[in-house]
């Protein structure tokens, strides 16, 4: 669910937390979340946003095979929709420019 934590820069609040299962087909929604959402904020290429994310998601998964669940937050920060990822003790996460 969509979460408030206060303004960003840009005068707009925006959080989506998203856990899915590391192992299965279900961790590539990841990859449509983060398009629809670049989509909905007005970013360009959203395409491009969902392949870096299921990449970002499937390189997680694939690091600890006795990983449970992918966490995702999805949040805009400064022009950006920032994707982090945490699987098993690992984190990493993905930039994507949006208007303003």
């Given amino acids: 669910m ?5 303004k960003s820069a840009d005068g707009h609040a925006f959080a989506l937390r998203l856990s899915v299962p590391a192992h299965g087909d279900l961790h590539e929604i ?4 983060a398009a629809k959402v670049a989509e909905h904020l007005g970013a360009g290429d959203a395409e491009s ?3 870096k994310v299921a990449d970002l998601a499937a390189k997680l998964r694939n690091g600890s095979p006795q990983a449970q669940d992918i966490a995702m937050v999805f949040r805009r920060v400064e ?3 920032v994707v982090e990822a945490r699987c098993a003790g690992e ?5 994507h420019e949006i208007p303003v």
């Fill in 30 to 33: 990841a990859g449509e979340v």
């Fill in 79 to 81: 022009g950006e929709l």
């Fill in 49 to 51: 946003l969902a392949e």
């Fill in 2 to 6: 969509p979460e408030s934590t206060g």
């Fill in 91 to 95: 984190a990493s996460e993905v930039r």
